[in-house]
């Protein structure tokens, strides 16, 4: 069976945001930001692209009077733009082409998700943003360019029922579920408060009421006394037994643990369940081509990096941020 992979829609930067470029320092041109091999990056292109991302996340792009927090996030920002160069060559490599009918098609199923299928009003949008259409066309091509690079790196990979069956026994304790009970308690010192919880509970007040007057236990208080699900064995024994001999929606007799008083209410019962080998083949295979494909991915990456040629201008290069206690931070240039 050929595994099925989910891909994302990727409409804005950050597609190859995977791990850090190393690169080394140089002597490039006054208005050369960082090369990619050969391929340059100018500075006016950082400029134009931190412009962009203002547009469209306003205050979270800081301004260049920010200081040292602005030039961090030039930095980054000239990283991202030799990453998606990095990609843009290697999709060239491997002939993969992105169409104006794919790009088409692509904005309208934008439009269809998030603008009731009209494209005007979501190029209107965008306008609003100071973006134009050819700035929406940009990131529409370099997404379906990054999915279709994926997309070759996915092929050929099958995983065999014998490996899914593998799989399936290593990780048996996601596909065989005991009982659960979701269950409310109110926790209390008082033997009296314990004793009126449970009289005002079966008689119908709201156990979250109950929990807010009577309970004195903060962290209770806190989640209105949710216990979330809880399996056999997991509470004290006093608890772990009256929960496992009560009945849906019943209220407890008040119960002691140590010093504490404890009324329980029983909110739902998930019955045991297991599902078979048989019943979680095609799921288990997309799992385990999907984490064949992440190292895949990494491998392929890492190649890209380590045998590309990168050059950074100094004012530019990633490997020269700032920390939030004003020391600078350098990593050995990788040659």
């Known amino acids: 069976m050929r595994a099925r992979f989910v891909a994302g829609l990727l409409v804005t930067v950050g597609l ?11 002597g490039l041109a006054d208005d050369t930001a960082a090369t990619v ?57 491997k002939n993969i082409t992105v169409s104006q009918a794919e790009i088409d098609q692509r904005m309208q199923d934008v439009a269809d998700e998030s603008f009731l299928g009209d494209v005007s009003r979501m190029k209107q949008d965008y306008a609003a943003k100071g973006l134009s259409e050819e700035d929406m066309a940009g990131d529409v091509r370099r997404a379906i360019l990054h999915e279709k690079l994926m997309a070759s790196l996915q092929e050929g990979i099958e995983v065999s029922d014998e490996d899914a069956l593998a799989f399936y026994e290593r990780n048996r304790l996601q596909y065989d579920q005991p009982e659960r009970r979701q269950v409310r308690q109110i926790v209390t010192d008082k033997e009296s408060a314990a004793l009126e919880a449970t009289s ?53 007799e008040p119960i002691k643990v140590g010093e504490q008083w404890y009324v329980l209410s029983l909110e739902n019962v998930i019955p045991a369940s297991l599902q078979t080998f048989d019943q979680a083949r095609d799921e288990i295979k997309i799992i385990y081509a999907n ?21 950074f ?23």
């Open 16 to 26: 190859m945001g995977i791990m850090g470029v190393l690169a080394g320092c140089g």
């Open 37 to 93: 091999n050969g391929t340059v990056i100018k500075k006016d292109d950082v400029t134009a692209r931190i412009s962009q991302l203002r547009k469209v996340y306003g205050a979270m792009v800081p301004e260049e009077s920010e200081g040292d927090i602005y030039d961090n996030f030039r930095r980054e920002t000239t990283d991202q733009l030799v990453r998606e160069e990095l990609e843009n060559q290697q999709t060239k490599d």
């Open 200 to 252: 005002r509970a079966r008689a119908g007040e709201s156990f979250v009421t109950l929990v807010d007057e009577l309970s004195t236990d903060a962290d209770a208080q806190q989640k209105k006394g949710a216990l979330g699900l809880v399996t056999k064995g997991q509470l004290a024994p006093e608890l772990d037994a009256a929960i496992w001999n009560m009945s849906f929606g019943q209220v407890s």
């Open 291 to 311: 984490q064949i494909f992440a190292e895949r991915w990494r491998e392929f990456v890492e190649d890209v990096y380590d045998t590309g040629d990168i050059e």
């Open 313 to 335: 201008s100094a004012d530019y290069d990633p490997a020269s941020k700032v920390d939030l206690g004003g020391e600078t931070t350098e990593t050995t240039p990788a040659n």
